[in-house]
């Protein structure tokens, strides 16, 4: 797959490239969820007719994805913290989280959200999109966190003791010098989980969420015509994926500082 | 005795005080009740075989390394774990490493100028002003905008040099800052080195440039099996006279 990053004049430099190729990327992505009815509906039966539901299913897909996925980022940064911390209890409800999350299906975990927590307590019963979001965000941010860990960890001792001998406090060695270095480290796996993320989505449509799957499924129940309703499917999937793929790309390019990547 | 250290300084209290300071990694006794003490204005040369602890006093000044026993006062404070007396005391006492550590994801003006913004509370603009003028100072003006792995070694050195000096320390601290360098790159280290010794600064410097310590430092302290040998000014230290047999048989290895 040709990189978008490739496109732009070689005279532009690392940043400016990155920052054409994100804004790009992003404005594709509104665009593709803004007129995809346009290119569905010219498409034949049984999509043509059903561009609106599949348009719908498209947005909610996206949606679940944006918001799990920046939710589960922040539980990610927050339970490597936690993972890593001077303080017992921390590192062990960190510990505790990041085992059932990872150790149990996320289908598990999607049907206990939205059943199971109302029964617990009522103030916990959540609409089918906010339970698909909690669920999902849980479940990616356990992920990230290991991912982000990774990163915290590799960041070399020397850096630390160099911020110590100038007079940083931990506050400023963390967001200054180890994150930075952290993030960069961690930013291809963490991009392995939002792509996963995105098609973990579809997982939504056990509790009723009319994401992209369900839109599909729903069409082909009622035009009875499987074959050109879930290559539709797979092919909107796919161009998402790519789209985020590239945004991603830009992503790690921007962090690319010893231009390690050419 | 050399022109930058006057008597009148060194009679006066000392910078820094080393008192029955004891250090162990396990069982390995590195440090055995050091006592010393360094003064404003002199440049010391630690030397050592490696293993002999130099790098390990070294580095409990600032307390990157702990001491299990004895005491250590920078400037009159304690050197204590207590946080906040712990970043005010390495703000006063700049380091420069072997291995540079300078930050990779920060352009060379970056790196120079960020703890005086975070540390001293200067605005962006005079930070970056103050890092302008040291990164002249050690030559490499025309670089302020590179990242430090498009820099040589002895160029990453020099911007770790004046990473240290934007905080206006009053000591320095030097581990072993030309061993990590290829031999055509030491000298310009050293020479940056030599004028900031010529400028009066404090300088404590772990190295195994014999050169260096033969022009430069006022003192020269030899560390072996964890404890203070000799301390003496250059001159007699690596004098025809020297007739301890560890020394002559350390400086036989070095210079060979």
């Known amino acids: 797959m040709n990189r978008l990053l490739s496109i732009w004049p070689a005279r532009w430099t690392r940043q400016q490239r990155s920052s054409a190729t994100m804004l790009t990327a992003s404005l594709g992505l509104v665009l593709i969820l803004w007129l995809i009815t346009v290119p569905l509906a010219m498409a034949p039966e049984p999509i043509g007719n059903n561009a609106q539901l599949f348009a719908e299913g498209t947005r909610v897909t996206v949606q679940l994805t944006l918001v799990a996925g920046l939710i589960g980022v922040?539980?990610?940064v927050l339970a490597a913290l936690g993972k890593v911390s001077r303080i017992a209890p921390l590192r062990w409800l960190a510990a505790f989280y990041i085992w059932v999350m990872r150790g149990t299906p996320l289908l598990?975990?999607?049907?206990?959200?939205?059943?199971?927590?109302?029964?617990?307590?009522?103030?916990?019963?959540?609409?089918?999109?906010?339970?698909?979001?909690?669920?999902?965000?849980?479940?990616?941010?356990?992920?990230?966190?290991?991912?982000?860990?990774?990163?915290?960890?590799?960041?070399?001792?020397?850096?630390?003791?160099?911020?110590?001998?100038?007079?940083?406090?931990r506050w400023h060695t963390f967001v200054d010098i180890t994150f930075p270095q952290a993030f960069k480290i961690a930013l291809p796996p963490l991009v392995n989980n939002i792509v996963a993320l995105l098609k973990d989505s579809s997982l939504a449509f056990t509790i009723g969420v009319v994401e992209l799957t369900n839109a599909g499924s729903q069409v082909k129940s009622t035009s009875f015509q499987a074959v050109p309703v879930f290559i539709a499917t797979a092919l909107i999937y796919l161009l998402l994926t790519t789209v985020m793929t590239q945004i991603s790309d830009a992503v790690e390019r921007r962090f690319d500082f010893e231009g390690k990547l050419g | 005795?050399?022109?930058?250290?006057?008597?009148?300084?060194?009679?006066?209290?000392?910078?820094?005080?080393?008192?029955?300071?004891?250090?162990?990694?396990?069982?390995?006794?590195?440090?055995?009740?050091?006592?010393?003490?360094?003064?404003?204005?002199?440049?010391?040369?630690?030397?050592?075989?490696?293993?002999?602890?130099?790098?390990?006093?070294?580095?409990?000044?600032?307390?990157?390394?702990?001491?299990?026993?004895?005491?250590?006062?920078?400037?009159?404070?304690?050197?204590?774990?207590?946080?906040?007396?712990?970043?005010?005391?390495?703000?006063?006492?700049?380091?420069?490493?072997?291995?540079?550590?300078?930050?990779?994801?920060?352009?060379?003006?970056?790196?120079?100028?960020?703890?005086?913004?975070r540390v001293r509370g200067l605005s962006r603009a005079d930070a970056e002003a103050r890092a302008r003028e040291l990164l002249e100072r050690v030559g490499l003006s025309a670089h302020?905008?590179?990242?430090?792995?498009?820099?040589?070694?002895?160029?990453?050195?020099?911007?770790?040099?004046?990473?240290?000096?934007?905080?206006?320390?009053?000591?320095?601290?030097?581990?072993?800052?030309?061993?990590?360098?290829?031999?055509?790159?030491?000298?310009?280290?050293?020479?940056?080195?030599?004028?900031?010794?010529?400028?009066?600064?404090?300088?404590?410097?772990?190295?195994h440039e014999m050169g260096f310590a033969r022009e430069v430092a006022d003192r020269v302290l030899f560390i072996d099996q964890g404890r203070i040998a000799a301390d003496a000014p250059p001159a007699q230290f690596f004098g025809a006279q020297q007739d301890n047999e560890r020394i002559r048989a350390f400086l036989g290895q070095i210079l060979h």
Request: hydrophobic share 50%; glycine share 8%.
């Open chain 2, 1 to 117: 005795m050399s022109a930058h250290a006057p008597a009148a300084v060194l009679s006066g209290p000392p910078l820094i005080a080393v008192d029955g300071v004891n250090k162990r990694f396990g069982p390995h006794h590195v440090l055995k009740d050091v006592s010393t003490q360094f003064h404003a204005g002199q440049v010391t040369v630690i030397l050592g075989a490696s293993g002999s602890g130099k790098s390990t006093l070294l580095r409990m000044l600032n307390r990157l390394e702990t001491h299990d026993s004895g005491r250590i006062v920078v400037d009159g404070t304690e050197v204590s774990d207590d946080a906040r007396q712990l970043e005010r005391l390495r703000a006063d006492v700049g380091m420069v490493f072997q291995q540079f550590n300078l930050f990779p994801h920060l352009t060379v003006l970056d790196n120079v100028a960020l703890a005086p913004r």
């Open chain 1, 108 to 169: 598990v975990q999607v049907l206990f959200v939205y059943f199971a927590l109302p029964e617990v307590h009522p103030l916990l019963r959540m609409s089918e999109f906010t339970a698909a979001c909690v669920a999902l965000a849980l479940n990616v941010g356990a992920y990230n966190a290991e991912a982000i860990r990774a990163g915290l960890l590799a960041v070399p001792k020397g850096q630390l003791e160099a911020a110590k001998a100038l007079g940083l406090s």
């Open chain 2, 144 to 207: 302020a905008h590179k990242h430090p792995f498009q820099l040589s070694g002895g160029q990453q050195q020099r911007v770790a040099i004046a990473r240290a000096l934007a905080m206006k320390p009053k000591v320095l601290l030097f581990d072993e800052p030309t061993s990590a360098l290829d031999p055509e790159m030491v000298k310009e280290v050293l020479d940056v080195m030599k004028g900031l010794a010529a400028s009066g600064m404090t300088m404590l410097v772990v190295t």
């Open chain 1, 74 to 76: 922040a539980l990610g």
